[in-house]
């Protein structure tokens, strides 16, 4: 039998599913999104019946790539060596304890690997991009909720309990309002597309009752001139940039990637974010640390959750010596 040289790449968000048929190049032969329905607690639900429509219409294609695996990259706290959700925010209720793994590898008889949303989009800068040695880095992703994950020496750092890099719950405001995660001042609570739909909501509220922003619909009206979305986009960049200095002088990345539905709104706003966060840095190491977007956009999760498979898969030595350690061997 000829080695499998596809798999499929899972990426669970707080609104959307992005499953994709990729190759080992991070190539993608077809894709699908289906609504997460995280209210309804349909999440693992619309995976499994996600999987099997990408499944069926690849062969209905006769696209003669039958994957080898599956990689998952989740929203929430995921206990790498399980693939288990330790926890989740209110944004997924009912989500903690799901056994994703297992439940998929039962389902579809193939091995399944799942991390973290953000250490998985860190994956696919780690192993496509093509810069030489790009060994230290940081993701972060600003969804519904927001995510962190932490490269350093080739290494994703998880921590004692492997759920570290939560960059979403560092305070950026001591005084600030309460997170639902317990903290203040969280910088999840101003860059958020969840965060930036809510303050745009309670500016206008004042004048049109009723009114339900999207993110998307407030960074448009920011890039139109609006006063209010430009006040809403302004709190956010600051934030974003206090928490991003915090993690230069702490890490003196090459690059801080930021990924996510917000990350949407493009050079306006990667320009002024570059602007503030340099602002707030040590001149000695604002020239060491880019700030950008993902190498592949918003899929970057998706990829970077199949690269899983390959990556661990592919060696078995690797992904034995990976689960006893509970950590990323460098590539290279
Ligand atoms: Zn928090």
């Not at 693939?83 to 925010?89: F, L, Q």
């Not at 004692?160 to 719950?169: A, N, R, S």
């Not at 302004?234 to 928490?243: D, K, Q, V, Y």
């Not at 990667?270 to 707030?280: C, D, I, N, Q, V």
């Amino acid at each position: 039998m000829r080695e499998s040289r596809h798999a499929i790449g899972v990426d669970i968000g707080g609104t959307k599913i992005n499953i994709g048929l990729i190759d080992f190049r991070g190539h993608i032969l077809r894709d699908i999104t289906v609504p997460t329905m995280a209210k309804e607690r349909r999440v693992m639900a619309q995976t499994i019946d996600g999987i099997r429509a990408l499944l069926s219409e690849s062969e209905a294609e006769a696209d003669n790539a039958i994957p080898c695996g599956i990689g998952v990259g989740s929203a929430g706290q995921i206990d790498f060596e399980t693939g288990t959700v330790i926890s989740a925010t209110d944004l997924l209720p009912e989500y903690a304890g799901t056994p994703i793994r297992a439940i998929l590898e039962q389902c579809f008889g193939m091995p399944v690997y799942v991390d973290n949303d953000v250490n998985v989009l860190a994956l696919s800068e780690l192993y496509l991009s093509k810069e030489e040695r790009l060994r230290d880095f940081i993701c972060v992703a600003l969804g519904t909720g927001v995510g962190g994950g932490v490269v350093t020496d080739g290494h994703l750092v998880r921590g004692v309990q492997g759920i570290g890099g939560e960059i979403g719950h560092i305070s950026v405001d001591f005084r600030g309002p309460v997170c639902m995660c317990g903290g203040i001042g969280c910088l999840e609570l101003y860059t958020s597309g969840t965060s930036i739909a809510r303050r745009m909501g309670e500016k206008r509220g004042r004048l049109e009752a009723c009114v339900e922003w999207s993110c998307r619909e407030v960074v448009e009206q920011w890039l139109r001139g609006d006063t209010a979305a430009t006040e809403v986009m302004e709190e956010t960049i600051e934030a974003l940039s206090a928490g991003l200095a915090g993690l230069i002088h702490t890490f003196n990345p090459a690059k801080i990637v930021i990924g996510g539905g917000v990350a949407d709104a493009g050079e306006p706003l990667f320009t002024r974010l570059r602007l503030e966060t340099y602002k707030r840095t040590m001149p000695a190491y604002c020239d060491a640390t880019r700030i950008e977007p993902p190498l592949f956009g918003t899929r970057s999760g998706m990829i970077g959750a199949a690269i899983q498979v390959f990556r661990y898969g592919g060696a078995k030595q690797a992904e034995n010596e990976l689960r006893l350690k509970g950590r990323l061997i460098p590539w290279h």
